[in-house]
């Protein structure tokens, strides 16, 4: 039977009004040289295999399409939802983390997708969702397959859980499908949005993310050659060899930092240095910069290692989701199935 077409535009109908904030910033896990932007994906060492029940055999006809551009071979794929979605939480988590955190990621990826499409992205010809860190990063079962290895079957088994628990399911404020923002790991504190963007976004709000600390990427190092600091930041470093920490947000990033004279705010010394977090020290050493730094990402929405941590105290997905996004709710996408059908292509 062939699977109909449908517009997610369809979805417009049950979530009502379309509301433009900034997207999410994700970043991949999988792929040694993948384009790390600006959110930066949590890693994990060592394996983590568990007892899943198999896959049901059963498979239900998505009437959702999603039309995903593959950068590399320069093509468009159209593929069902939750299909989409299992190779979007594939890539942006480590099957290693806990099921529940999985399933936390699954909600993000498909509400981003929803979002986008939503906006008036999607198009198949014109504006199709890429498969980089543009949108989400998502990879197909056969990549997946080169990628794992020997472990592709039980962590293919083990999203597929997540993805099929969750099914259909999106993460709302007043009705709209939200700007599902995450990142690897953060300072003990997650970022106001307006912290880091410009906006404030009232269930993209500082909360207490403790499990963080236990991430092998809450600390980290980097140490940068005054030339190339002076490049990318546009300074005259040995003219005026200065550094001040200026003020620092709630959750103690950086806000404004004027090195050599020169103003700028965390975000842009992060960026332009590629640094893994906005809460850094830096100090100098001879004819280098040393920059220690806390967390690694941009800090703002849900903190996957922070998602897993609450997930191995027995948080369900549910609970994960609703403390990083205050005061969202969960919804389905099918929640008036004739209203939908009667919007089928």
């Known amino acids: 039977m062939n699977v109909k077409k449908v517009s997610i535009i369809a979805v417009l109908v049950l979530v009502s009004i379309i509301v433009i904030i900034p997207t999410a910033i994700v970043t991949p896990y999988i792929g040694a040289g993948a384009n790390v932007q600006d959110d930066n994906q949590a890693e994990t060492s060592g394996e983590k295999q568990e007892n899943l029940s198999a896959e049901p055999t059963a498979k239900e006809e998505d009437p959702y399409v999603v039309s995903v551009f593959r950068s590399q071979d320069k093509t468009v794929d159209d593929m069902p939802l939750e299909e989409y979605?299992?190779?979007v939480v594939a890539s942006e988590m480590p099957a290693e983390f806990e099921l529940e955190a999985l399933k936390a990621q699954s909600l993000a990826a498909r509400t981003y997708v929803v979002k986008y499409l939503l906006n008036g992205g999607g198009d198949e010809k014109n504006?199709?969702?890429?498969?980089?860190?543009?949108?989400?990063v998502y990879k197909s079962e056969e990549e997946l397959k080169r990628i794992w290895k020997e472990d592709y079957s039980w962590k293919i088994k083990k999203v597929k859980k997540a993805v099929a628990e969750t099914k259909g399911k999106?993460?709302?404020?007043?009705?709209?499908?939200i700007t599902p923002s995450f990142f690897s790991t953060s300072n003990g504190y997650t970022e106001n949005s307006e912290d880091y963007w410009q906006n404030p976004i009232p269930y993209l709000v500082s909360v207490e993310s403790p499990w963080d600390r236990e991430s092998p990427k809450f600390e980290d190092q980097k140490i940068v050659t005054i030339e190339k600091a002076e490049?990318?930041?546009g300074i005259n470093f040995n003219a005026n060899p200065t550094i001040e920490t200026l003020a620092r947000t709630s959750?103690?990033?950086?806000?404004t930092i004027k090195i050599a004279g020169k103003e700028f705010s965390g975000r842009k010394v992060r960026e332009a240095l590629d640094l893994r977090s906005s809460d850094f020290t830096v100090e100098q050493k001879s004819n280098h910069l040393v920059f220690r730094t806390k967390g690694y990402g941009h800090g703002v929405g849900m903190s996957q290692y922070g998602a897993n941590g609450m997930a191995e105290e027995g948080k369900t997905y549910k609970e994960i989701l609703k403390y990083y996004y205050k005061g969202t709710k969960i919804t389905e996408i099918e929640s008036d199935p004739e209203r939908v059908t009667a919007l089928k292509q």
């Open 231 to 233: 490049q990318a930041l």
């Open 170 to 177: 999106i993460i709302t404020y007043e009705g709209k499908p």
């Open 127 to 136: 504006d199709p969702i890429t498969d980089t860190v543009q949108h989400q």
């Open 251 to 255: 959750s103690n990033r950086i806000e």
């Open 85 to 87: 979605v299992v190779g």
